[in-house]
């Protein structure tokens, strides 16, 4: 019967395609698409079982639909994540957007470039691609911006299709101090990830960070009323996730899960009979651009390396692809390193469902920036790779509190190996590194070799022996975090 249900989906989305390119499917069959993307969060969901949080809306659409429990960004840095999703391409494939703070080039089109294309209104709110530059710099590569789902919503078109990025800065810091616990959470029954110390401190600094998840399941939760009262929810394909992980030590902007792996939830009621199943397959966020173009009837570019997820929302059990691994990598998130050292921390990894492989290219860098600010290359920069935050404060200031204070800086903060190899079972927080241990080696050797010819297999220059020029790319931000003393100076300038 799945199977049956399988066959009909691929043979529906082809003649819906073949009946776009002839124009005999009217707008208003393709679906519309809503995609939610928050700015820097992580797995924390009440559905995934994070105590104390609350995301009802998050909760909803999983239920209504799929729950992914293994989705991963391309990099877990805000420009070249959002750039590989909305090209459907691994972003060190995207030149200059494969960094934070640069630029995009308009060779690179867009899904939703191609959906407007194809007919399809297309609209977006708050924080899309970014930071960065268009080369072109009146492109909008994610379409125009309104300044909420609710204008977007009045000023469409209803003779046609919609596809709208609903963006926020939510949970990106900084945070309002205590607003977390403010609002009524038991600091007591937040669950405190390994790679972090427990104290008061932590758990403040994590409530606050849960508020801000919970302020953006409220608005996509009203974006959902939106759409039922417009009598669109129905036919709306409606995705929810964030772009990386939470903006802590050893999260953002590293391979590790908590930096890579990402809330995913998709419902469709219309389109997807599979409601309310947790997946385990492991997915990239490049697949959602030729999911999205394949449901809206659009022939998937070649040059895509995203594949299309609308195999899961019909089948139990797939075997059309091999979604045993996922990859995910690294380059410069910001120039943290000390003068005259422009360049970021080159790392690639595979992950599978027993072990996670990285290999850092650059073992003599600073993985999260280095410690020395009067040193850094962009002027104050403090362990830069990493947003400054009072969990970080605490971490550095403490870290000869005790061996386990010792350990959890070293694994955020220390420089690292050429190879990290952890196993997963033993150790779900990828804190104690196996690389040399002789049990694994013939593991080692297998995904090393593995990674390699995925990532050749890709065109990564890095594994091709010519990534340096990731590192010449241009950079337009600020420093990343900046010594407290730096920023007290600058105060005091002014």
Known sequence: MNMCRFSFLVILLAAISTALQAGLVADEKRPNILFALADDWGQEASIYGTPVIKTPTFDRIAKQGLLFNRAYVSSPSCTPSRAAIMTGQYHWRLESAANLHSVFLDKFKTFPEMLAKSGYQIGHQSKAWGPGRAETRNRKPTG?????????????????????????????????????????????????????????????????????????????????????????????????????????????????????CVPLAICWPKGIKRVNQKLNEFVSMTDLAPTFLEVAGIKIPENMTGRTLTDLFVNESTKTKDRSFVLVGKERHVPSQEKPDMGGYPSRAIRTEKYMFIRNYRPDRWPNGTPNFEKATLRGGWYSDTDNSPTKTYMIENRERDQLHQKLYRCSFAKRPAEELYDMAKDPYQLNNITADPKYAKVKAKLAAKLDAELKKTGDLRALGKGDIFDSYPYYGGGGGKHPSFRRKKRNKK
């Open 144 to 260: 125009p911006r309104f300044k909420s789902f609710a204008e977007f919503m009045k000023k469409r078109d209803r003779d046609k299709p919609f596809f709208y990025w609903l963006g926020t800065s939510d949970p990106h810091r900084g945070y309002k101090l205590n607003s977390g616990k403010n609002s009524g959470m038991d600091l007591s029954k937040i669950k405190v990830p390994g790679y972090f110390p427990d104290s008061e401190t932590v758990r403040g600094d994590i409530a606050d960070y849960f508020f801000e998840v919970q302020r953006f399941d409220t608005l996509v939760g009203r974006a959902l009323k939106q759409l039922e009262e417009a009598g669109e929810l129905e036919n709306t394909l409606i995705v929810m996730s964030g772009d990386h992980g939470m903006p802590f030590p050893r999260c953002k902007s590293n391979l590790y899960d908590s930096g890579t």
